[in-house]
């Protein structure tokens, strides 16, 4: 053993440098969060030597999909060993995206580059971990011979797979099974609102004021003003749907038509 | 006569009708309904239409469906049912369903029922969402087959208002369906026509070259969105699951989110800088121009919009941004509604970006440019897009504008005008100025904001906005002309038509009669003008004035529009008018004609005897009335002549031939389509001068106003369609503040409008007012009313005393029910409208109340006639009409007047005298009727007292119907001529009649021949 942890790594150019020289790795609440997490359960001997890995610029590549983080990190030997992050799969998306989609909060910070503290919650709500909680939640594996858990390369892997969480927070979710614009979409088409008047009861039909309404029409004509409004304007509010027509936005496609719509003019009064 | 009726179901408009011919049909068929509009103005709208069979839940009876309002509400005894009626229909596609429901309710011939007119206010509503770009395209499936659809996108709170407001008679079809799913099926029909119906087709320019073997789905999606046909082509293997996805996906986050707080900015202007506000004026001459643009550049003023969170359902709830990111404001989801909307807000002011840098933004910094494209584009969007705005005061209003000087002339020529002497023709000194609100702007100052060339300047310590438009605009006024004479008449016309969008009219100096009559304030600053000898009356101070301004007016030739409230005493004020300007030579005496509804004839000639009876009237109306040479005799002896719209639009040519001083209109509101006949050709008699009387807010229906304007003073508005957009466009569908304004300034000179309410004006007005309306009967009242009294006679002869008395209190119930409505005393369910002069007027004034926004309760003795009003009143008027008689429950009873008392909507409540004379209180009401009399002073004044109690802020007018020339107003004689004995005698009700002998009965009785007007 001692031989593995004496040896010195080759230097490498081109590898990924941590930001952060100094200190722990992780800005943002997200990042450290996990990295605390992971400080918590894991060798802290190893952990430090993987920092310095990862300071040193050791990791080659780090790839994120779904449930697995592959990284290459140059050791001491010739050969760059490979490193996987593995995460249990998660069946539960769909109470998640159902519980995310309740607040347009969740949306508007993702979108803004931010992860909603309250997003753990969500997750632990729906029995998933967001991050690694137990060193059983995470299944590490490196080609090199070292069986400690976690390796130092592993663990360089790790601390820049911190620091690109804070670039990206959607990152932690895309680990966690679903890319950025799955979530996004699959947010997107669940009703944040009940459609108008469908949850209204209505009251049985009687006798009574059969033929008149139950207030006045005359209430109903009087339309409040609208400020005169660009056409397409709804076009302009509305995050754009991920459709084509040869080529070009469907929004932009749609603009003229819009135009025509306005250009119809108001109604003349009718006398 | 046809009702038509509709509801929307399986896609289409079905359309169906009850008539009023002989019922037939058996079993579950329906008695009265009929698909068949053939020979009426509907036949070309609904050709072709299939036919089919409805199922339709309608109230009942045991044995047979109970009309609609519309078609006259049957009698009955107890509560009606419901049940199916089979009911034949025309099925009419979204093209024509739309088309026929555009022009359903323009028909003379159709009457369109509440569920059509429903119906035809939704085609309205999408005409005004698919102008305004508030639809989306989506993938729908019909039959399993996808297809192309067009789907609006209302306002949540105008849908559930609008699935609210649905006449139970749009849901009828069994088993009866939901409010909200009948709603949305025809707002989702009608959209897609429309913009179908729009848009340019193809949208797509046609492929150039080769055309692929596979055009992909969307694209073909894309094509069937335009032109007929919403199916969109197959081509194997296609999976349309994912369109449909996104665009339900787009669909839905188009709806905005109902959360309790919504984002909300507010535009903040710099801290005024201090050392220049306080400096002094600058003496006359020196730049004017303050601002900080003097100071050095990082003086640049510090604008800002800040955000605020505003309770959607409490607006004064505001709490700024900063207060919910320290934590302060207490407000769940307040940082969500916060972000989530800023987010949103990202799309429409981009340069929110900036402030979104922060953790815990709440306020965007801006310089004046900025500021300036804020409040010229942002902000309109924002608004539109549904946050709420808040911009200062003078936004929008403070602009750089025209400022007419006017001054009269120092007459001292040849003495032909004097002081007095001011006519239209005067000459009037003008000089043009360039000015902010009333501050004139010097040259040399605009030429300091022309080199400065910023859109936001402060000016005198207030900021203007001043883009380059405007400025061109003012610096091209500085190099013409700007000062000269003309005469009154082109000044007045001079302030109505100057100034465009770029400079628009802000400020009118005059003094002098002059400046009175654009003021808009002459009746406050002409002397009042005492109640003339020989009317019998004293005229409140407010009416003195009135004359004064009726006067003035007549005397510059202008026309005028007396539009003081209803209650005022407009009728008085007038015959005043013509009282104190009826020449002392009688050879220089002109007549006056009045112009009014039929139904107010009896009135005015009431109150014309009364109030002044010097004044000789002729009634021009009926089928005995003189015509030619007759009429013109007859005419130019009175001092009044007195006619219906009816009569003037026929007689219109022989009318023009009398030489008028003036014509008069009252309930001018009749006027208000300028096209109709009756409009033209009240328009088409010559007259010295024009009045027009009404009692409705001129200033909402600006058409109307338009139309008043064109009778009173020919031309000077200038032509309709140009009225129309420089200001009933902007006005009512854009609330354009500066166009209102100018409106005003344009129309003030001309109108003449007291409120009740203003207690500045009108500060002697009684509590409690009470007036007799005196209605006519219609023919057939009257030949009922004749039969019902000689067949009464015919059988007192013969009867014993006790017989006798039972006969004559029949007889006076049945009277008094022909007076009422020939429908209350036959009894047979047969149609409402025109056949009742009382019926008539309670219309019109109902309508008034409604109009002004206010409340009224309507007294009746007979139940029976009560439950024929409730449902046709409430169709006539389109408002609530609640009604309360013996048989409703207390918590029923105690609803309707929860309702009545709390609702903003102005509202008719009909009760039953018996039920209701005593314990209520009705208080939110300031009108009441008593459409047939008790007789009994103490009753009618105890019913009266629901509205006149302790809560009363607004003065009541009480009106009492009388049918005139029958015993309804012989009855009211002796109650009047014996008042001290009123209470011995008519105390006990109407046994006292009973005593009379027959010839006392016979002259009681007695139909006089003016009772008839028609």
Redesign the interface.
């Known amino acids: 053993m001692a031989f593995f942890e004496s040896a010195k790594p080759i230097r490498v150019d081109g590898g990924i440098l941590a930001r952060r020289r100094r200190g722990s790795i992780g800005e943002e609440w997200w990042s450290r969060r996990f990295i605390d997490l992971l400080e918590a359960f894991a060798d802290t001997g190893r952990l430090q030597r993987g920092r310095a890995y990862a300071r040193q610029g050791q990791v080659l590549r780090l790839d994120i999909r779904p449930y697995e983080v592959t990284a290459i990190v140059q050791g001491s030997r010739p050969e760059p060993y490979e490193v996987t992050l593995g995460l249990q799969a998660i069946d539960g998306w769909d109470a998640i995206e159902e519980e995310l989609s309740r607040?347009?909060?969740f949306?508007?910070?993702l979108?803004?580059g931010e992860m909603p503290r309250e997003i753990e919650q969500v997750f632990d709500a729906c029995g998933v971990a967001l991050f690694p909680e137990h060193a059983d939640d995470l299944a590490l594996m490196c080609s090199c011979p070292d069986w400690g858990t976690p390796c130092k390369h592993a663990a360089a892997a790790l601390y820049l797979l911190a620091e690109a969480f804070d670039d990206d927070p959607f990152l932690i979710l895309a680990w966690n099974g679903r890319a950025r614009d799955d979530l996004l979409?699959a947010l997107?088409?669940r009703?944040?609102?009940p459609?108008?008047?469908?949850d209204?009861d209505?009251d049985?039909?009687?006798?009574?004021?059969?033929?008149?309404?139950?207030?006045?029409?005359?209430?109903?004509?009087d339309?409040?003003?609208?400020?005169?409004?660009?056409?397409?304007?709804?076009?302009?509010?509305?995050?754009?749907?991920?459709?084509?027509?040869?080529r070009r936005q469907?929004a932009d496609?749609?603009l003229?038509?819009?135009v025509?719509?306005?250009a119809?003019?108001?109604?003349e009064?009718?006398? | 006569m046809l009702v038509a009726h509709a509801t929307w179901h399986g896609g289409a408009l079905c359309l169906w009708a009850e008539h009023d011919g002989p019922r037939t049909g058996r079993g579950s068929v329906h008695p009265f309904a009929t698909a068949d509009f053939s020979g009426t103005s509907y036949a070309g709208l609904v050709r072709g239409a299939p036919r089919v069979v409805l199922d339709l839940i309608l109230p009942s009876t045991a044995d047979h469906p109970l009309p609609s309002a519309e078609l006259g509400p049957e009698p009955f005894e107890g509560e009606p049912g419901l049940a199916v009626w089979r009911v034949p229909a025309l099925v009419l596609d979204p093209f024509p369903a739309m088309t026929l429901l555009r022009s359903a309710e323009g028909q003379a011939d159709v009457v369109p029922g509440t569920d059509l007119r429903y119906l035809a206010l939704l085609a309205a509503e999408v005409a005004d969402l698919v102008r305004r770009g508030r639809v989306l395209p989506a993938l729908v499936r019909e039959d399993g087959d996808p297809a192309a659809r067009w789907r609006p996108v209302p306002d949540p709170a105008r849908f559930r208002t609008l699935a609210a407001a649905m006449p139970p008679a749009c849901r009828a079809v069994a088993p009866g369906r939901p409010a909200s799913t009948v709603l949305r099926e025809a707002l989702d029909g009608l959209t897609d026509t429309t913009v179908r119906g729009s848009a340019p087709h193809p949208l797509l320019p046609e492929r150039k070259g080769d055309v692929p073997d596979h055009i992909p789905l969307a694209e073909r999606w894309f094509e069937a969105l335009t032109g007929p046909d919403p199916s969109i082509r197959r081509e194997p293997h296609d999976s349309a699951a994912d369109l449909e996805a996104e665009l339900d996906a787009w669909y839905r986050s188009a709806l905005p989110a109902t959360g309790p707080l919504r984002l909300t900015f507010r535009l903040t202007e710099p801290p005024p800088p201090a050392a220049s506000v306080t400096a002094p004026v600058p003496p006359a001459g020196e730049a004017a121009v303050l601002g900080p643009q003097h100071g050095e550049p990082d003086d640049e003023p510090a604008w800002r919009v800040e955000f605020l969170l505003q309770g959607a359902d409490d607006p004064s709830l505001l709490v700024p941004a900063a207060d919910v990111w320290s934590g302060e404001a207490l407000l769940e989801g307040a940082e969500e509604a916060l972000l989530a909307g800023l987010g949103r807000a990202l799309r429409v002011f981009p340069e929110l970006s900036k402030a979104l840098d922060g953790a815990a933004p709440s306020g965007l910094p801006l310089d004046t440019a900025g500021a300036f494209r804020f409040l010229r584009q942002a902000a309109p969007l924002l608004a539109a897009a549904g946050f709420g705005v808040f911009l200062p005061s003078w936004a929008g209003k403070a602009k750089l504008g025209l400022k007419l000087k006017a001054e009269e002339e120092e007459q001292d020529q040849d003495g032909a005008a004097t002081s007095s002497g001011f006519g239209l023709t005067s000459l009037i000194d003008f000089r043009w100025e360039l000015a902010v609100g009333e501050e004139t702007i010097e040259e040399d100052e605009l030429a300091e904001l022309a080199r400065l060339k910023t859109p936001l300047v402060r000016l005198r310590g207030q900021w203007v906005e001043l883009d380059d438009e405007q400025l061109e605009a003012a610096l091209t006024f500085l190099r013409h002309g700007r000062s000269g004479t003309m005469t009154a008449g082109q000044v007045v016309r001079a302030v109505i038509h100057a100034g465009e969008q770029s400079l628009p009219l802000v400020a009118v100096e005059a003094k002098g009669s002059l400046g009175d009559l654009l003021s808009g304030e002459a009746d406050r600053r002409i002397r009042p003008m005492p109640t003339p000898a020989g009317i019998e009356a004293t005229l409140r101070p407010y009416q003195e004035r009135g004359l004064a301004w009726l006067a003035f007016m007549d005397g510059l030739g202008l026309g005028s529009l007396l539009a003081d409230d209803m209650g005022l005493g407009k009728t008085l004020t007038l015959l005043a008018h013509l009282v104190q300007a009826r020449p002392s030579d009688p050879a220089a005496r002109r007549p006056t004609l009045v112009v009014v509804p039929m139904s107010l004839v009896g009135n005015w000639q009431r109150e014309a005897a009364r109030f002044a009876p010097k004044l000789s009237i002729h009634v021009h109306h009926g089928t005995r009335r003189h015509r030619q040479n007759e009429l013109l005799r007859a005419a130019t002896a009175a001092d009044l002549v007195l006619t219906t719209y009816g009569t003037a639009s026929r007689d219109a040519g022989e009318l023009a031939q009398v030489p008028w001083a003036r014509v008069v209109c009252d309930e001018a509101q009749a006027l208000k389509n300028s096209s109709t006949r009756q409009a033209k050709a009240v328009r088409s008699i010559p007259a010295g001068s024009r009045i027009a009387l009404t009692g409705t807010p001129v200033e909402n229906h600006l058409t109307e106003l338009w139309s008043l304007m064109e009778f009173a003073n020919p031309g000077l508005l200038g032509p309709k369609k140009a009225f129309r957009e420089r200001f009933a466009v902007p006005i009512e569908a854009e609330g354009d503040e500066q166009a209102a304004l100018e409106l005003k300034r344009a129309t003030q000179p001309f109108i003449l409008r007291r409120l009740k309410t203003d207690k500045s004006i009108i500060t002697d007005l009684p509590e409690k007012q009470e007036m007799k309306e005196f209605c006519h009967l219609t023919v057939e009242q009257a030949s009922l009313y004749q039969a019902t009294v000689e067949d009464m006679l015919e059988q007192i002869a013969e009867a014993d005393d006790k017989q006798r008395r039972g006969l004559v209190l029949a007889t006076m119930a049945k009277l008094k029910q022909v007076c009422n409505h020939p429908a209350h005393f036959l009894k047979d369910g047969s149609r409402l409208p025109g056949r009742s002069g009382k019926l008539t007027r309670l219309e019109e004034i109902c309508g008034e109340v409604m109009e002004a926004g206010e409340k009224i309760l309507v007294f009746t003795q007979y139940a029976e006639f009560g439950s024929m009003l409730q449902p046709y009143l409430a169709a006539r008027l389109d408002r609530p009409v609640l009604w309360l008689h013996g048989g409703t429950s207390k918590q029923h009873r105690d609803d309707l007047v929860q309702r009545f008392q709390e609702d903003a909507e102005p509202s008719v409540f009909l009760l039953s005298l018996k039920a209701a004379g005593t314990g209520l209180t009705l208080t939110a009401a300031n009108h009441v009727v008593h459409v047939d009399r008790w007789w009994n002073p103490a009753v009618e004044d105890q019913a009266t007292d629901r509205a006149f109690r302790i809560g009363q802020k607004k003065n009541v007018q009480v009106r009492k119907f009388i049918c005139a020339g029958t015993l309804e107003e012989k009855v009211d004689e002796m109650i009047e001529r014996k008042k001290s004995l009123a209470d011995s005698i008519v105390g006990t009700g109407e046994e006292w009649l009973t005593d009379l002998s027959v010839a006392e009965l016979r002259d009681v009785l007695r139909l006089s021949p003016e009772a008839v007007a028609g």
């Open positions: 607040r347009a909060v949306r508007a910070r979108l803004a979409t997107r088409r009703p944040l609102t459609e108008p008047g469908e209204e209505d049985p039909l009687t006798a009574e004021d059969f033929w008149t309404p139950p207030s006045g029409l005359a209430a109903l004509r339309r409040p003003p609208v400020p005169t409004t660009p056409p397409g304007l709804l076009l302009q509010l509305l995050d754009p749907p991920d459709i084509k027509i040869r469907l496609v749609l003229p038509l819009y025509a719509l306005a119809d003019g108001p109604e009064s009718t006398e």
